[in-house]
């Protein structure tokens, strides 16, 4: 009697959860602050990591930049204390003759760090602690691509791509969510792809490390609640294709890309704040994407294969690998005479 009760109680939460989903989609929560918090961001030398520490800096967080790049990363602090200055650019107010000083002064560190290899993670963390203090939100943004196809792929870059992509993500959550746990407070951001929902031909290796990088972050998602850490927050992005030059190359059928052409790297962003800052667990964009994702989930193999060969999808990935392969045969011409 007692599971019947208890079943109709779990119905009952999963009807509230639709609800208060569906009041979020009408009236939009209120963004939290993030002044002052440590927040680490990797891959932050260039592209969508370097929007996200402007968009952080812009609400004045402290940032802790990771690149294996070190002129894109400091770069990218530069245009960070552009941004510091720009917010403390306004004259010091006098209140009763004494000069209203700002209340705080965020910085910006920048690291080095090769978060493929996992003795660099946790000797760069363990600076981080030490110079900078405890972290509060954790983006794991550092990605790569190798650009061929499976067969013609080196393991050595199948590797690669699977350790930065997915296995990195281990290493630094394990670097910085045990003082997350202490305190009951923290966010942890996996920076995934669409690609990691639903696939295409090509990238064997890039898909499989984002279904890598999704699986990890809804496991450790649950474990969070199974722990009953309700302070510390998760959110999933999984963009669609963004115009990073990341895939540069690209198509899909010329007829459906004015509909669904690549994400501009700065909406893909905006958007993804606005999910991280309302403390939402996952953002796919644009939203057609939720609705792919669940019919593969519900449709026959061959149907999802007739879509994608409708869309151009199946083999969207061949052109950017065509202009891969050239360039690297053209730098071998070169290095060759």
């Given at each position: 009697m007692m599971i019947v009760a208890e079943f109709f109680l779990v119905l009952l939460?999963?009807?509230?959860?639709?609800?208060?989903?569906?009041?979020?989609?009408?009236?939009?929560?209120?963004?939290?602050?993030?002044?002052?918090?440590?927040?680490?961001?990797?891959?932050?030398g260039s592209g969508l990591g370097r929007l996200f520490a402007q968009e952080f800096a812009r609400r004045r967080a402290v940032l802790v930049l990771w690149d294996i790049n070190s002129r894109g990363n400091e770069?990218?602090?530069?245009?960070v204390r552009q941004i510091y200055r720009e917010l403390d650019n306004p004259m010091p107010k006098d209140v009763g003759g004494v000069e209203e000083v700002p209340p705080f002064q965020p910085q910006v560190y920048t690291y080095v760090c090769?978060?493929?290899?996992?003795?660099s993670v946790y000797t760069?963390?363990?600076?981080?602690r030490r110079e900078v203090g405890e972290v509060d939100m954790l983006i794991n943004n550092a990605g790569v691509v190798s650009g061929h196809h499976l067969l013609e792929c080196p393991d050595e870059l199948i590797e690669r791509t699977m350790v930065v992509n997915c296995h990195a993500h281990?290493?630094?959550?394990?670097?910085?969510?045990?003082?997350?746990?202490?305190?009951?407070?923290?966010?942890?951001v996996t920076v995934a792809s669409s690609l990691g929902l639903f696939s295409t031909a090509g990238v064997e290796d890039y898909c499989a490390s984002k279904f890598g990088a999704i699986g990890f972050h809804e496991s450790l998602s649950?474990?969070?609640?199974?722990?009953?850490?309700?302070?510390i927050n998760m959110t999933l992005v999984c963009p669609y294709l963004v115009d990073t030059g990341m895939f540069r190359g690209c198509r899909i059928r010329k007829e459906i890309e004015p509909f669904l052409p690549p994400?501009?790297?700065?909406?893909?962003?905006?958007?993804?704040?606005?999910?991280?800052?309302?403390?939402?667990p996952m953002i796919?964009?644009?939203?057609?994407?939720?609705?792919?994702?669940?019919?593969?989930?519900?449709?026959?193999f061959e149907a999802i294969v007739c879509m994608y060969r409708f869309l151009g999808a199946d083999k969207c990935m061949y052109p950017f690998l065509a202009q891969r392969k050239e360039a690297m045969n053209n730098n071998e011409d070169k290095n060759g005479i």
């Open positions: 939460k999963v009807l509230w959860a639709f609800v208060t989903a569906g009041a979020k989609w009408v009236v939009r929560p209120k963004e939290k602050s993030v002044a002052g918090q440590v927040c680490v961001i990797t891959g932050a770069e990218t602090a530069d245009m090769d978060v493929g290899k996992r003795e760069t963390a363990e600076k981080v281990f290493w630094t959550t394990k670097a910085f969510l045990p003082k997350m746990l202490e305190l009951n407070h923290g966010h942890i649950h474990e969070l609640k199974a722990s009953e850490k309700d302070g994400l501009k790297p700065e909406f893909c962003v905006t958007q993804s704040m606005r999910a991280i800052l309302t403390d939402q796919c964009t644009p939203r057609i994407v939720y609705m792919v994702n669940f019919m593969k989930s519900i449709l026959p």
